[in-house]
């Protein structure tokens, strides 16, 4: 089953402009981690946001993270054509013996008008 | 290239046929996880292992499903008598047993079953 929900579903917006998706999770967590997903390919890891921080940011990237909410944003800025894409954040569930499996959201189709 | 691969990229199957896939993770990784994603949708976690221990199986992996990671390296993921419901993208992830918490994905295995 589905962690969470992501808003908007999907999003197109023009080259240069930035891009805000939102996610939501229902349980506790140690870290949240966002994915990108080009399409029909496999998941590329973005970035990650431990439960302590409040925000990161990594190039054009800048993820914030509110656990009294349980929920989190990830802003890409000056949006190039190349971001078009799926993306999705990623909740971890525990498994066993430090494991960890991912519970992903539904996404946000991100398109990216040049 | 050292990262995850999976075999075949596609698979065109009719239904109540068999089908096998599999995954080479990343050489050092000892953990491996697999994941199936339907359209639309986040990827949904189905199994775990540990080397060659399998520790973790979903109640989505049916008794249809079968996996294996026999020397601890590759795994394969087994699916019998084919359902139109098992047409997916399914994922192959690793990652290394200290400090994991990203998961580095294969390309996936397209699945349709006609």
């Known amino acids: ?8 579903q999907a999003l197109s917006i023009q080259e240069g402009e930035n891009a805000t998706m939102n996610c939501s999770y229902k349980t506790s967590i140690n870290n949240l981690q966002w994915y990108r997903q080009n399409s029909g390919r496999g998941l590329v890891h973005l970035i990650l946001i431990r439960s302590n921080e409040r925000e990161k940011h990594s190039g054009r ?6 656990t009294s909410k349980k929920s989190s944003s990830l802003l890409i800025t000056a949006s190039r054509a190349a971001d078009t894409a799926s993306y999705f954040c990623a909740t971890d569930a525990f498994i066993i013996q430090g494991a960890q499996k991912l519970v992903f959201g539904q996404g946000t189709r991100l398109t990216i008008n040049p | 290239d050292t990262g995850v691969s999976q075999d075949p ?3 065109i199957t009719k239904r109540g046929q068999n089908v096998t896939f599999r995954c080479d993770p ?12 339907t359209l639309g949708q986040g990827p949904e976690f189905l199994t775990y292992f540990q080397n ?3 520790l973790e199986k979903s109640r989505l992996l049916s008794d249809r499903f079968s996996a294996e990671r026999p020397k601890g390296s590759f795994s394969t993921l087994e699916i019998q008598r084919t359902e139109q419901g098992d047409s997916a993208m399914y994922l ?10 990203e998961q580095y994905f294969g390309p996936g295995t397209r699945l349709t079953v006609t």
């Open chain 2, 9 to 11: 990229r596609h698979k």
């Open chain 2, 26 to 37: 990343i050489s050092e990784h000892n953990r491996l996880y697999w994941y199936r994603q």
């Open chain 2, 92 to 101: 192959c992830a690793s990652n290394p047993a200290v400090e994991a918490d």
């Open chain 1, 61 to 66: 990237l800048r993820v914030t993270l509110d």
């Open chain 1, 1 to 8: 089953s589905q962690q969470g929900e992501e808003d908007p």
């Open chain 2, 52 to 54: 060659e221990a399998q």
